[in-house]
């Protein structure tokens, strides 16, 4: 991130920025072979704050291999000294049978136990700080704090509404009027594609009415407002819904637009397990 290209992006109107940070310990970073460090993000802020870019997002991970609790609270101090509007923390996530998982198998094991924690040291820091709790993962600046703007992320907004969403580029994924559309992930035959003056391979899937209703649920229910029943056919259990509105796992209320339903602080800690057993 240059000046030059801070102010090249300001203007031509692009008005928010997410940084990759995901650790601010050099040691962590290491882990995660990522070349960035914690200065070169400290210093990307601060280029972006002097071009006028006023909302800006970082990204956390947790569960990192070597990873302590200390470690976590430090770089959310770090991130929060920053005083980003938006904050995206998420667990990490190791894909089987890669070269990470081999070599971190065993530290991986002992970081998937101490997630829980993690997470809810995450959320009682952030939301201690000032910011809403908005999706599973995501943070943002709330009433005074956001001097009256809407700090959400907008277009990921749009997938945990069931909107339509674009994708542009290698890999990239669009969703729009029923089609979902991925763009080949391969640099190779994308770029033979271009040269050849074709549209670059993709597949593409049709989302049928069941399947808009079971992502609607799972998805609607990563936010923290509630969802409308009536928007999700009938991918809901109704017999799980009572269950877990007993175990206060489920609020379940009702409005002008009929019964709706949102999870509870603890529901939502345990937000994965809980929207399976209520897909029908």
Known sequence: MTPDLARLLRGHGVNRVSLGAQSFQPHLLRVLERRAA???????????????????????????PGQTSSDLDRDLAEALALAPEHLSCYELEAKPGTRFTHAHGEELERQAEAMEGYFEQVVDTLTAAGYRWYETANFCL????????????????GYWHGRDYLGVGMGAVS??????????????????????????????????RETCDRERLMLGLRLDE?????????????SALSRL????????????????????????????????????
């Open 175 to 208: 969703t729009v009027s029923g089609e979902r559309r991925r763009t080949a992930p391969s640099l190779a035959r994308y770029l033979a594609a271009l040269a050849g003056g074709a549209k670059p391979p993709s597949e593409i899937e049709v989302i049928d």
């Open 245 to 280: 509105a007993a175990r206060g796992l489920v609020d379940l209320s009702t409005n002008g637009q009929g019964e709706e339903i949102s999870l509870t602080r603890h529901g939502r800690f345990l937000g994965g397990g809980v929207t399976a057993e209520l897909l029908a």
């Open 38 to 64: 914690p200065d070169d993000v400290r210093r990307a802020v601060g280029v972006l704050r002097e071009a006028g870019v006023d909302n800006l997002s970082l990204d956390l991970i947790y569960g990192i």
């Open 142 to 157: 709330a009433g005074a704090n956001a001097g009256g703007r809407d700090l959400r992320a907008r277009h990921n907004l």
């Open 226 to 238: 509630p969802l409308v029943l009536a928007e999700v056919g009938d991918a809901l259990d109704r």
